[in-house]
């Protein structure tokens, strides 16, 4: 079974930098499309960014120039490095990516469970 695990949340002051970690475990033929939606309390979700397996990646307008999506293919994992945080950043923060399990199978999307950002003073 496939689960995927983030890390890197917690409480950062205005300004200031974190990196997120989705590390997809068990046995997996290949990691396509990966991406970052977050959600915060009184919002709709939103989705934060995405990269394609050719590491071609797109932004929401609210992050773009602040967040940096990357991935590393050999490792399963996937990152979301979010400088100059502002408060409005403030969310539940959740991976998903869509994965071929063997090379016979179909794609399937799986999900974190998600890793709280907080950006406060």
């Known amino acids: 079974q496939v689960q995927l695990v983030e890390s890197g949340g917690g409480l950062v002051q205005p300004g200031g930098s974190l990196r997120l970690s989705c590390v997809a475990s068990g046995s997996i033929f290949r990691m396509y499309r990966m991406g970052w939606y977050r959600k915060a309390p009184g919002k709709e979700r939103e989705l934060v960014a995405v990269i394609n397996s050719d590491s071609i990646t797109n932004y929401a307008d609210s992050v773009k120039g602040r967040f940096t999506i990357s991935r590393d293919n050999a490792k399963n994992t996937g990152y979301l490095q979010m400088n100059s945080l502002k408060p409005e950043d403030t969310a539940v923060y959740y991976c998903?990516?869509?994965?071929?399990?063997?090379?016979?199978?179909?794609?399937?999307?799986?999900w974190g469970q998600g890793t709280q950002v907080t950006v406060s003073s």
């Open positions: 998903y990516a869509n994965i071929r399990l063997q090379f016979w199978s179909h794609n399937s999307e799986y």
